[in-house]
């Protein structure tokens, strides 16, 4: 993990991908690779292998590719309500754009309407068409609030991630009990630090520190608000 630049969303899906998923070129790939790690005859336990490979990312690991996040948002509803709405604890998968290892753990996303709501169901399918990508935190952060952001008008729009990233715990410095947590805000939550404690709050940060058992925490924090 490397901090990124914080692409928007539209940004994100126009970056060089081919259309949609291609599962052959995927299945040739996992063959090559497994040719590159020594695995040449693919015999009995590695027969399928590549054809499974090439099943599971693009049905599922990376399927988000397919899905368009601001369609998800696009049947919002008006509303008078105008206090913080928080979805807390939303699991998600992602992998790592420098690695092609997963990284998973939760989101907190929250957003202070701005006189338009949306089904909560949708915020979680927003986090899971989002981080089903290649992606990195920090963008993947950003582009959540920003994708809220254009699709509702709210006053903010305000996230949390905290995952555990393979490519630090299997390889590189090992760091077994490493989490990464990142941030972003927009409109009101970036000015107003009340607002940002709230949303902590609200997203169960203050509340439960010891909720997720005895190990450290990494500070990881990369705000880029
Ligand atoms: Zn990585």
Redesign the pocket.
């Given at each position: 993990?490397k901090p990124g630049r914080s692409n928007p969303v539209s940004g994100a899906r126009r970056r060089r991908h081919r259309g949609p998923l291609d599962r052959d070129r995927l299945r040739r790939g996992a063959r090559l690779f497994l040719t590159g790690i020594g695995e040449t005859d693919l015999g009995r336990d590695l027969k399928r292998t590549p054809e499974r490979v090439a099943e599971a990312w693009s049905t599922e690991i990376v399927a988000g590719y397919r899905a368009d996040p601001a369609r998800i948002l696009a049947t919002s509803f008006r509303a008078r309500e105008e206090g913080m709405v928080v979805v807390s604890g939303i699991p998600f998968a992602s992998v790592?754009v420098?690695?092609l290892?997963p990284f998973r753990g939760t989101a907190h996303v929250g957003y202070l309407p701005g006189g338009r709501l949306v089904g909560l169901s949708k915020i979680a399918r927003v986090v899971d068409a989002l981080s089903r990508r290649l992606q990195l935190q920090e963008r993947l952060t950003r582009q959540i609030v920003d994708c809220l952001d254009r699709a509702l008008r709210p006053k903010g729009a305000a996230c949390r991630m905290e995952a555990e990233?393979l490519?630090?715990t299997i390889r590189g410095a090992r760091k077994q009990e490493s989490r990464v947590v990142t941030s972003a805000y927009t409109g009101a939550f970036t000015r107003n630090a009340a607002l940002r404690a709230e949303f902590l709050r609200m997203s169960g940060r203050a509340t439960s520190p010891a909720g997720r058992g005895p190990r450290p925490v990494r500070k990881d924090r990369r705000d880029r608000s």
């Open positions: 993990m790592c420098h690695h290892l990233h490519c630090m």
